[in-house]
C-alpha cells in the first residue's frame, strides 16, 4: 500500500464537502490519535458529522463495562470453583490410571528382586507393547479429555460421571487383586506379573473406547428437530441434533445462536413499544351503559384501526425510502474513496519511501470522507451502537491491505451480521440461564421445551423428533420402454 501522506491527506477533504474547511487539521488528528478508544455517545452520536476524536479522559468517568464488572468478582470466584473441580478430580484419576501399570511392575523389583524368576525374551516382549500402548493411551486422553473447555454447564454431566466411575472401579479392583495374590503372596513369576500389567492397560484401553463412543458418536446421528425463537423479535432457527442431554442440547444452540443469529438491537426492539405506546395513547373509554356511547365508541374504533393501519403502512415506506437513499449516498462515498486510493497507489509508485505511509495511517485519511454518510445510514437502520469508530477503521485498512472492493467493505454494514463479527464487547457479557421443568441431565425427547434466558432477551426451545423415513423401491422393467412405430407405405396415384 503506497500512497503519498500530504497529497492523500488533503484530496480526501477535497472530494467531502462537508470536512473542506478543516480537512488538513482533522485528518492530521486522526492519525496522531491511533491509540484513542472512540465511542458511539448515546445521547450526541454526531461522530460523522463532526469528524473529530476525543482524546481527553476523566479520572472521576466510569464505563459501562467498569459498572457491570464491580459485581462479577464474587460471583467468578464460586463459579471457578465449580469449574475446575471436574478438572481436578480427572487429573487425579488420569495419574493413577497412567502410573498403575509402572507401580505394578516397579514394586516386585524393589520389595523383593533377588527372589525374582529372571524376565526372557517373552517378557521383554511385554515390556515394549505396555510402553506403546501407554503412549497410545496418553495420546488418546490428551484428545478427547484435556480440550479447553467451551463453556460452565450448571450439572456434571452424567456419563463423563459414570466413566469416570467405572475407571476407578476398574483400577480399585485391579489394586485389590494386585495386593492380595501378588504383594501378599510375594509372587517370583515376574513373567506372569507383567502380563497382569498389560492386561490393566488393555482394559483401560476398552474403558476409553467406551468413553469415544459414549461422548462422541452417540451424538453424530440426529434424532430431533430444535425450533429456537428469540423473543424481542421473533428471529427463528432450526438445528438437527443428536442424543444430548438438556443442558449439552442448550450449549449447542448458544453455539450455534452466535454463529448464525444476528447481532440482537435493542433499538428496533424500542421503536416497536414506541409506536405501539403512540397508538395505545390514541384510545378513549366509553361508557357501554348508553348505546349512542356504544354506537359512537364502536365507530371510532373502526376509524382508529383504519387510521392505525395507514399510519403503519406510510411510516413502513418512508422508512425504507430513507434507508434507500442513505445508502445510495454511501455507496458512492464509499466507491469514490475506493477509486482515490487506487488512483493515488498508481501515481506513488515511483514515489520515495520517505513519502509513503502505512495502511493505518491511509485508512485514517479517506475515513472522513465517507465517515458523515455511513453515520448517517448507521442511525437510520439503528445500527451506530454495533459499529464504533476504531472497529470501522480497522475493516477499512484490513480492505485498503488486501486491496479489496468497496463493495466487500460496505457489506459489513448494509445487512446485519452474526453475533461473532461484531466486537467481544457485544456478546461477553451475556449471562445465560437455563430454564427447564425436566432435569437439566435428562436426555431430550419429543415435546421437551426449555428457555435460555439472558439480560435483555430469552431464547424458547421446542424439540420435536425426526420422521422415520420409510423408502421403498420400485422396479422398471427395461423391456417396458420398447416400442415398434409402424408406417403404412403410401404410393402416388
Request: hydrophobic share 40%.
Amino acid at each position: 500500500m503506497c500512497v503519498k501522506s500530504l497529497r492523500l491527506l488533503c484530496s480526501a477533504c477535497h472530494f467531502s464537502v462537508s470536512h473542506s474547511s478543516h480537512c488538513s487539521c482533522r485528518s492530521l488528528q486522526y492519525i496522531h490519535s491511533c491509540n484513542t478508544s472512540f465511542h458511539f455517545p448515546a445521547q450526541d452520536d454526531n461522530w460523522g458529522e463532526t469528524t473529530t476524536a476525543v482524546t481527553g479522559t476523566s479520572e472521576l468517568s466510569v464505563s459501562q463495562e467498569e459498572v457491570v464488572g464491580l459485581g462479577k468478582g464474587i460471583q467468578d470466584r464460586t463459579q471457578g470453583f465449580h469449574r475446575y473441580l471436574p478438572l481436578a478430580v480427572g487429573s487425579c484419576v488420569g495419574l493413577l490410571v497412567v502410573a498403575t501399570p509402572l507401580v505394578f511392575l516397579l514394586l516386585p523389583t524393589v520389595i523383593w528382586p533377588d527372589r525374582l524368576q529372571a524376565c526372557g525374551a517373552a517378557c521383554e516382549g511385554l515390556f515394549l507393547s505396555i510402553s506403546f500402548k501407554l503412549l497410545i493411551l496418553l495420546v488418546a486422553i490428551w484428545a478427547l479429555f484435556l480440550r479447553p473447555g467451551r463453556a460452565s454447564l450448571p450439572r456434571v454431566c452424567v456419563y463423563r460421571a459414570f466413566l469416570t466411575t467405572l475407571t476407578l472401579l476398574l483400577t480399585m479392583s485391579y489394586w485389590l487383586f494386585y495386593g492380595v495374590r501378588i504383594l501378599d503372596a510375594q509372587d517370583e513369576d515376574y513373567h506372569g506379573i507383567v502380563q497382569f500389567a498389560v492386561s490393566l492397560v488393555d482394559s483401560q484401553l476398552f474403558v476409553h473406547y467406551l468413553a469415544v463412543v459414549l461422548l462422541e458418536l452417540r451424538q453424530l446421528q440426529p434424532c430431533y428437530s430444535m425450533c429456537v425463537i428469540r423473543s424481542t423479535d421473533g428471529e427463528t432457527r432450526h438445528y438437527n441434533i443428536g442424543q444430548l442431554s438438556i443442558q449439552r442440547a442448550a450449549l449447542s444452540i448458544l453455539e450455534y445462536y452466535y454463529r448464525d443469529f444476528p447481532l440482537h438491537n435493542p433499538a428496533l426492539v424500542s421503536a416497536s413499544k414506541h409506536r405501539a405506546a403512540k397508538h395505545l395513547a390514541g384510545l378513549k373509554v366509553y361508557n357501554p351503559g348508553n348505546g349512542n356511547q356504544s354506537r359512537a365508541m364502536a365507530t371510532a374504533a373502526a376509524k382508529r384501526k383504519d387510521n392505525a393501519h395507514n399510519e403503519l403502512y406510510y411510516e413502513e415506506a418512508d422508512y425504507e425510502r430513507r434507508v434507500r437513499k442513505r445508502r445510495a449516498r454511501l455507496v458512492v462515498a464509499v466507491e469514490e474513496a475506493f477509486t482515490h486510493v487506487r488512483r493515488m497507489k498508481k501515481e506513488d509508485e515511483r514515489a520515495t519511501p520517505s513519502d509513503i505511509m502505512d495502511v493505518r495511517e491511509a485508512a485514517l485519511a479517506i475515513f472522513p470522507s465517507m465517515a458523515r454518510a455511513l453515520q448517517k445510514y448507521l442511525r437510520t437502520t439503528r445500527r451506530q451502537h454495533c459499529h464504533s469508530m476504531e472497529s470501522i477503521q480497522k475493516h477499512l485498512a484490513f480492505c485498503l491491505v488486501n486491496n479489496m472492493s468497496p463493495k466487500a467493505f460496505l457489506e459489513a454494514y448494509l445487512s446485519p451480521g452474526p453475533t461473532l463479527q461484531y466486537g467481544p464487547e457485544r456478546w461477553m457479557a451475556d449471562q445465560w440461564t437455563l430454564v427447564s421443568e425436566a432435569s437439566v441431565t435428562s436426555g431430550i425427547k419429543e415435546g421437551t421445551e426449555f428457555l435460555l434466558k439472558c439480560l435483555d432477551f430469552s431464547l424458547a426451545v421446542t424439540v420435536k423428533s425426526t420422521p422415520y423415513i420409510r423408502l421403498t423401491e420400485e422396479y422398471i422393467d427395461p423391456k417396458s420402454h420398447k416400442f415398434l412405430l409402424l408406417l403404412q407405405s403410401e404410393t402416388s396415384v
